[in-house]
């Protein structure tokens, strides 16, 4: 507690010292922020200034803490190339390459054969709490252009800002075209243990949630000097797909919903707040981590783990379960992930939702492709019998629940293959007898239900807009995957709408189709068809289903 709100003091106070010089008119372009020069590049028509520390690097007896403020930038900043990675987990692919190539497209392959391997990425460093921002170059200090901040996903075990730069050169340029032109911030956080440590001592330590922290800092970063790239730091949009949007959730939901003003939307894409338990829950991952690095036996295991040579720790890291490991994105075997700590996210999100204790001055667009839960069900191929699948969802999803408990779940997903997803494909896609059955289990479980669920306690609080995209359905195996809504830029133009507005809708085009608001009386989908122009379509699709599912979750918290 006390290392939190000495941290909430530290970053008020420097929020409060706000630099007073700008200059964009050099070529290359440069900005001073407080004593520093900051020189980024020309890109077109765009200027990008890359890499720029925003924390004190979490090396060393900072491993495994919260954030810690910069002193006051001063000398020359060299911003023209990405930071490095945080150090990663590996996640590689269930299927083997030539497999994967048999069945399926390119799109897919590059969001997930991605490893952080390939020759044009960042080296990996604990040093990697950066961020970049992206703006077009013909707009001064002054412009007070809409920012758009950036929350890259990956299972909070991987991802990296530079990963996403084409995205964000697209998204400025996309912005400039529309003649709403606006600034792009993408940040580096701490993934999978060096983010979201979980254990008894880490909860003792009030360490808890590092990376959501780091986040935060970010962020704070924004209000502090985004104005001196021409950006407004009133006019602030979180942008996320899958960890990145689950991530943009729960800012809504930190220190009880503390209303900071941080930002005044959020787009989310495939994530909502999922539901977890409390931090001691990941007592067992912890605990081996300590075993494989010889800190066994010691008097602050904790602190032993900090000394660990990090090619080390990342062994021992990668000994335990990922979003591609058989238990997939289930919640019992996420080793690494956002759960209660007591201080920034103080109960099971879903529970401080029921609370009330949310911030209600943010407005938000979220919504899911699909076909959420195949790409992680590729990992459970050898689950085909209906025994097997009852095994394999009790054990890893609901270990704490009786079969009595557990029945209904049998028949709101059943085996019927025509029920599976992907959804409205007939008997096609069944690489299993168990799979599509699987993946609509999977897909609402970890991001229908929970979307649902967090739209529905939000109306009447804050205006909302909620999408479902049907696009790339053809697919094989996977139909609209997770992912696809982005790899497609389905949503960028809407996105610059809502940045500049606070309403998705093209605001010069009347003869569109209007994005109606979601309310709990009027819950409306502005649906993107598997061809064709958007349609309405209402969210009631699976109720029971994910009703039940929601009501198991909040009754057997992890």
């Known amino acids: 507690m006390r290392a939190a709100v000495l941290y909430l003091f530290a970053s008020f106070t420097a929020v409060l010292c706000t630099p007073v010089v700008r200059d964009l008119s050099s070529d290359p372009p440069t900005v001073t922020l407080d004593s520093a020069t900051v020189t980024g590049t020309t890109e077109g028509s765009l200027q990008k200034f890359l890499g720029i520390p925003f924390a004190q690097p979490p090396v060393g007896d900072l491993r495994f803490r919260l954030p810690q403020p910069l002193p006051p930038y001063n000398g020359t900043i060299n911003a023209t190339s990405y930071g490095a990675m945080c150090p990663q987990q590996a996640a590689p692919f269930p299927i083997g390459l030539p497999d994967f190539l048999n069945f399926t497209d390119p799109l897919l392959r590059h969001i997930f054969q991605h490893n952080g391997t390939e020759k044009d990425d960042p080296p990996e460093s604990e040093d990697c709490l950066t961020i970049n921002v992206i703006k077009p170059a013909n707009v001064s200090a002054d412009a007070k ?37 606006v600034i792009y911030v993408a940040m580096n956080y701490r993934v999978s243990a060096w983010g979201f440590l979980a254990s008894q001592e880490v909860l003792n330590a009030g360490e808890g949630n590092a990376g959501l922290v780091d986040q935060r800092m970010a962020l704070e970063w924004i209000q502090k000097y985004i104005n001196f790239f021409g950006g407004d730091s009133t006019k602030v949009t979180l942008w996320g797909q899958s960890a990145g949007a689950i991530s943009a959730s729960l800012q809504m939901l930190p220190y009880g919903g503390n209303n900071t003003g941080l930002f005044r939307g959020a787009f989310m894409q495939s994530g909502a707040p999922i539901p977890v338990g409390n931090i001691t829950g990941g007592q067992m991952y912890y605990d081996s981590l300590v075993s494989q690095t010889g800190c066994s036996g010691r008097d602050d295991t904790l602190a032993c783990l900090r000394t660990v040579p990090l090619d080390n720790l990342k062994a021992a890291v990668n000994n335990t379960p990922n979003y591609f490991s ?74 704490m629940a009786n079969s009595e408990t557990l029945e209904p779940l049998w028949d709101a997903y059943p085996s019927n293959i025509r029920d599976g997803s992907p959804f409205d494909t007939s008997v096609l896609n069944a690489i299993t007898p168990q799979y599509k059955r699987i993946s609509a289990f999977q897909g609402d479980a970890v991001f229908q239900a929970p979307r649902r669920w967090f739209l529905q306690h939000l109306s009447g609080n804050q205006k909302l807009w909620s999408y479902l995209s049907r696009r790339r359905k053809f697919t094989p195996v996977v139909g609209s995957y997770h992912g696809s809504d982005l790899e497609v830029h ?29 309310t709990v009386d009027s819950p409306v989908l502005y649906l993107f068809p598997r061809e064709g122009d958007p349609e309405l379509a209402n969210d009631t699709y699976r109720a029971e289903p994910m009703r039940l599912l929601t009501n198991l979750s909040l009754e057997y918290p992890l």
């Not at 901040?149 to 697209?170: K, L, P, V």
């Not at 204790?357 to 689950?383: A, H, P, Q, Y």
């Not at 133009?493 to 569109?512: E, K, Q, R």
Request: some cysteine; overall charge negative.
């Open 145 to 181: 252009l809409p920012v758009i901040a950036w929350i890259f996903g990956g299972g909070f075990e991987r991802g990296s800002a530079q990963g996403y730069d084409e995205q964000g050169t697209y998204a400025v340029n996309r912005s400039i075209e529309l003649g709403q032109p």
């Open 490 to 518: 389905l949503l960028n133009d809407y996105l610059v709408w809502f940045a500049y507005n606070l309403d998705p809708n093209d605001p010069n085009n009347g003869s569109a189709l209007n994005w109606p608001e979601y």
């Open 326 to 399: 058989y238990q997939a994105c289930l919640r019992t075997h996420f080793p690494f992930y956002n759960l209660a700590d007591g201080v920034f996210l103080q109960d099971n999100p879903q529970r401080l939702l029921q609370e009330g204790k949310f911030m209600t001055n943010v407005t938000i667009v979220t919504g899911n492709v699909d076909d959420e839960g195949t790409v992680f069900s590729l990992s459970s191929r050898n689950v085909t019998t209906d025994n097997e699948y009852e095994e394999y969802i009790s054990t890893n999803f609901l270990p």
